[in-house]
């Protein structure tokens, strides 16, 4: 071992694997060889994506492989009782609920189990109603704090502003806009696309992964599917002028009424168009929702 000017006698050790060749190897050569190469005692090292991470019931997910060190077989739990071998492996959720999924990946030296817990969000599929609120200067209302609006990406050239930093979205990216103290702003959705989401405090969710919080400055949605909402419309009490209809039916005839009202789950209505307008003294929506409450 050595070179012909340090000749060593003597090699005490092991050898994994022995390669020889007829000149010198390049360094992305070498790179090829290890990448190909598996260490002696070394088990498979799990990894695994998805392609949608919540939606509606019944949700489709395409789960990919990513581990690393060969593995030659590949067991998936999907948190729901179902199970697969496949190396990447699709799965439809048919329930709402939130699911962890786990990953085994075994070459000839071990397993290794990657598992990403509440993974999977399915909610059911809610019965919208299309509504209309309207409240004179004076009548302020609010988004309650916690509630989201979340989708996938489905259109090119898609980006959202938030502070100081823009995120370039990919298509298929899982978007989650989460409202914090702050509820007071507007909202536009026409179709697929989403054109504002301007609220001052507002946290940025990509993947999963939390990547911001703070002003949201600009949003461009080109298209997009899989939506959900958890946003929730208060409106306190205070006697003004208030026109209220769901489904077409008067809740409040366009009266002053001073009985608080709260929306819950906004979306674009039947019509495809979500608009919110709520500023600190007045509210004007049209959208849908799943459910409403007077006090």
């Known amino acids: 071992m050595g070179s012909d000017a340090n000749r060593q006698k003597w090699f005490n050790g092991s050898i994994a694997n022995v390669s020889i060749y007829s000149t010198a190897l390049s360094p992305q050569e070498v790179s090829a060889h290890h990448a190909a ?10 990894a695994f994506s998805a392609d949608v991470l919540s939606g509606n019931a019944p949700l489709t997910v395409n789960f990919t492989d990513l581990s690393d060190r060969h593995p030659t077989a590949w067991l998936w739990d999907f948190g729901d009782g179902a199970t697969s071998t496949e190396q990447n492996s699709t799965h439809t959720y048919t329930d709402a609920g939130t699911y962890t999924v786990a990953l085994t990946a075994t070459n000839c030296f071990g397993s290794d189990t990657e598992t990403k817990a509440g993974y999977i969000t399915v909610t059911a599929a809610a019965t919208g109603h299309d509504t209309l609120l309207n409240t004179e200067n004076g009548k302020p209302g609010y988004l309650e704090e916690g ?108 009266t002053d009424d001073d009985q608080e009202i709260t929306l ?25 929702i799943t459910d409403y409450t007077l006090n």
């Open 37 to 46: 190469y598996t260490p002696v005692g070394c088990p498979a090292d799990a």
């Open 147 to 254: 509630g989201y609006l979340e989708f996938r990406v489905t259109g090119a050239d898609s980006y959202i502003s938030i502070k100081n930093e823009r995120f370039d979205l990919s298509i298929g990216d899982t978007v989650r806009l989460e409202i914090g103290e702050e509820g007071n702003g507007h909202i536009d959705i026409i179709d697929q696309m989403i054109s504002e989401f301007n609220y001052n405090d507002v946290t940025l969710y990509i993947n999963g992964d939390e990547r911001e919080n703070g002003n949201m400055k600009s949003i461009y949605i080109r298209s997009h599917d899989s939506l959900i909402s958890t946003l929730t419309l208060i409106v306190p009490s205070k006697e003004k002028w208030t026109d209220f209809r769901v489904d077409g039916t008067p809740i409040i005839d366009r």
């Open 264 to 288: 819950s789950n906004l979306m674009p209505g039947t019509d495809g168009v979500m608009n919110l307008d709520n500023p600190s003294n007045t509210i004007w929506f049209t959208g849908s």
